[in-house]
């Protein structure tokens, strides 16, 4: 099968490409390798990816729409992953346009690219960011989503609306997947797994939010591209007997699912983990909470199970030990070889 991973330079999407690689698919990677964190480590990914025959780079922006509509129309696409996205709650506080070029923009070119093309599936990244003010736990889809606490999760509730009306009008299969603090080896640097990890090893402090009273629903990449590779292979039908009461299916052929741990981990278990793996104790300095954060994430994910058989099952202290691993290996700070 021939695959579009869009953002395949990034986090999720260089282990979604990975894997599909391994599974023997075709696929084309797309990436504008920005700067909004370090090239060097998306180049790095790129590389380990270029070690596959069937996998093939071109570097383009998103906003690109003569570029991304050629892409499109000379490749004939069976199905479409998309995960780019200029990330970062925080970061939309402070650069706000750079996410409506990439994240709504973006979206609008990736569904014009699906419609003429007769893609067979979209499965998109969506987050967990979209519940924003809502505190009934755990976050359910059937939830309403519509107090979001940053620009970012705008945008992404955003796209589940665009993915709606393209599978209504044009018939277009679309899966939105909200992602909940997704971590593991190649992570992004801006999150905390990544800083905390960083800091502690380099004997800095970390800092904790709300004086750590946060809880965040972790879940390991390995689980979240078990999820896709399963989610992308239910391609969603058009049900007249949908009765449009929940915001996360319809009559249209469209879905929505959180694919999360389903256990929310208190912030200083997860620093505790850490430390564990690290073998160091944390320098912590104790902040109150930022603009844009919410004080706890909790999936519920009974529809994803239901549809697919799939429950994220990766401990946090697991997790952790492999990420640590993998930091000490990549910026050479331990001799030791790593499998990952």
């Not at 599909?20 to 380990?48: F, M, P, S, T, W």
């Not at 990244?125 to 505190?135: D, K």
């Not at 399963?230 to 299916?249: F, K, L, M």
Request: overall charge negative.
């Amino acid at each position: 099968m021939n695959f579009l991973i869009t953002g395949a330079a990034g986090f999720i999407g260089f282990h979604v490409a990975k894997r599909l690689c391994e599974d023997g698919h075709q696929v084309h990677g797309i990436d504008n390798l920005n700067d909004y964190y370090d090239v060097n480590l998306k180049l790095a990914r790129l590389e380990r990816l270029k070690k596959f025959g069937t996998f093939t780079f071109v570097k383009l922006d998103l906003a690109d729409r003569e570029g991304i509509a050629e892409l499109f129309s000379t490749e004939n696409f069976d199905r479409v992953i998309h995960l780019a996205a200029q990330a970062g709650v925080r970061y939309s506080i402070e650069n706000p346009m750079a996410y409506i070029d990439s994240n709504l923009v973006g979206m609008a070119t990736i569904l014009e690219g699906c419609r003429h093309n007769k893609v067979e599936h979209l499965v998109y990244a969506s987050s967990s960011s979209v519940y924003g003010m809502n505190e009934k736990m755990p976050f359910s889809t059937e939830d309403a989503v519509d107090h979001p606490v940053s620009l970012y999760a705008a945008t992404k509730k955003a796209n589940e609306l665009m993915a709606h009306s393209y599978s209504h009008l044009y018939d277009l299969p679309t899966t939105g997947l909200r992602f909940f603090t997704v971590y593991g080896p190649w992570g992004r640097p801006d999150m905390a797994p990544f800083l905390f990890t960083d800091a502690i090893l380099n004997d800095r402090e970390i800092k904790v939010f709300n004086h750590g009273k946060m809880k965040r629903d972790f879940t390991y990449i390995d689980d979240i591209v078990e999820g896709i590779m399963r989610i992308q292979d239910v391609v969603p039908q058009r049900n007249p007997e949908d009765d449009n009461r929940s915001p996360s299916s319809s009559k249209a052929p469209y879905k929505v699912f959180n694919i999360g741990n389903n256990e929310p981990i208190p912030l200083m278990q997860f620093i505790e983990a850490i430390e564990k793996a690290a073998s160091k104790e944390a320098k912590k300095n104790f902040m109150p909470m930022q603009p844009g954060d919410v004080p706890a994430t909790f999936a519920d994910i009974g529809s994803l199970q239901n549809e697919v058989g799939f429950k994220p099952n990766t401990d946090i202290e697991y997790g952790m030990q492999q990420f640590v691993d993998w930091f000490k290996l990549f910026y050479k700070l331990d001799p030791c070889e790593s499998k990952k």
